[in-house]
Structure formats: C-alpha cells, structure tokens
C-alpha cells in the first residue's frame, strides 16, 4: 500500500464538524507545510486540538482566520489573535487545559482510556462543571480523553510503511496524536525506504500512520 500522497489529498478526510489533531508546540515540530494547505480547505465547524495554535508567523493562525474553526482544545493562546478573539465573543468556544492534562488526555484517547483522574486543577476554576473524587485523603478532578477524526503531525524522516523519527523535542504532541485518530498524516522532512530507520529509533510505528507528505525540499 503507497501512503506517500500530496497534503491536498490526505486533507480530503476532514469533513465538517470533524476533530482535527495536530502536533508541534509554537514552531517545534508543527507541520507547517500541511497546514498552508488547510487555510483553504472547505470543512468548517471543526474542533481544533492543538498545544497553543501558532505564533503570528505560523500557518495555524490562518486557518483560523479563514473560519475553519468554531471550538479550540489548547494550553495556551498567548501568540494568537484570532484565537483571542473566539475567546473573548465566545469563552465556550475555546478549552484551556494544563499541558500535562492535555498530553493525558491524547494519550488517553489513543489507549482507549475513557478518563483519568488529576489533582492538577483541583480549587480552580478548572473544576468547575467537573466529577471529583476522593483518593487516600486527596482530591482528584476526572478529565474526559479526547479521541481526533484526523491527525496532522510532523517527523523529520519516516519510511514508506509510515514508521516515523521524530527528533528532539519536535517529538512533543506528535509522538502522541497518531494513536489517538482515526486518521494520521505525517508530513516528513525526509521519505526513506523501509528497513532505513533504525527500529530503536521509531518514535511512532507505521501501523498508525494512514498517509505521508513530504516537505517540499527548499530550491
């Protein structure tokens, strides 16, 4: 099976009202490429999970200008204005959480854990709305996993079958997403042949890994 397409294509899978994924945290690791190709993309009514949607030099931001988006899943929204301003109109439309909160629960949703229980939140505004529960004398907020249509996610080289070297810190949401979707494309910096990449250096195995783009190599 030939996973290697163009992002056009692989982003042919998200329909309206579908829960998009996708890696990077600020530049680290953010599939830049992949999203310049969603800025026009016709889905709309999509949630967006996403560490901090972009600085204002990312393509994310565009996205959201375009009106793709009508609820974020992030950390943090510090760098971008758009998002600031769903926000501001509309506090429901965009979901704070803890980073770690954040990584539990893709992590959860990609091992079929429906929830998991945290002290992170605990007498915060965090805890409103939510089911706590007591465990040897300390309190503990249950959050919900998240479980993604697609997943859009960046490694710096992956082989045919999908198999996925992330590097670094790039590493970060992307080594989590794949599993947690119900479709994964990988934008890789470099496309090698099976048996290429060390098995000890499989950030993320192919059998999660639905479609490849490469990053068109700078001229």
């Known amino acids: 099976m030939n996973k290697i397409t163009t992002a056009r294509d692989a982003l042919a899978h998200i329909k309206d009202g579908d829960t998009v994924m996708v890696g990077g945290f ?128 960046h490694a710096a080289v992956v082989d045919e079958f999908g198999n996925c070297f992330m590097k670094g810190s790039a590493k970060n949401y992307n080594a989590i997403i794949p599993q947690a979707c119900d479709y994964c494309v990988v934008e890789a910096e470099e496309v090698v042949p099976v048996g290429a990449i060390d098995p000890e250096l499989v950030t993320v195995s192919g059998i999660f890994i639905d479609a490849i783009v490469p990053v068109p190599k700078e001229v």
Do not use: W
């Open 26 to 153: 600020l530049q680290g690791g953010s599939p830049e490429h992949i999203l310049s190709e969603m800025v026009d993309h016709p889905a709309r009514n999509l949630t967006i999970v996403n560490n901090d949607m972009g600085r204002p030099d990312t393509n994310m931001i565009k996205v959201l200008e375009n009106g793709r988006a009508v609820k974020l899943i992030c950390t943090y929204i510090g760098q971008n204005a758009t998002a600031q301003r769903m926000y501001a109109d509309d506090p429901a439309s965009v979901e704070l959480n803890p980073q770690g909160t954040l990584v539990e629960r893709i992590r959860c949703g990609g091992y079929g854990i429906p929830a998991f229980y945290t002290p992170t939140g605990v007498g915060t505004i965090l805890a409103e709305g939510k089911e706590s529960r007591e465990f040897d004398g300390k309190t503990y907020l249950m959050e919900r996993a998240l479980h993604g249509n697609v997943g859009i996610v």
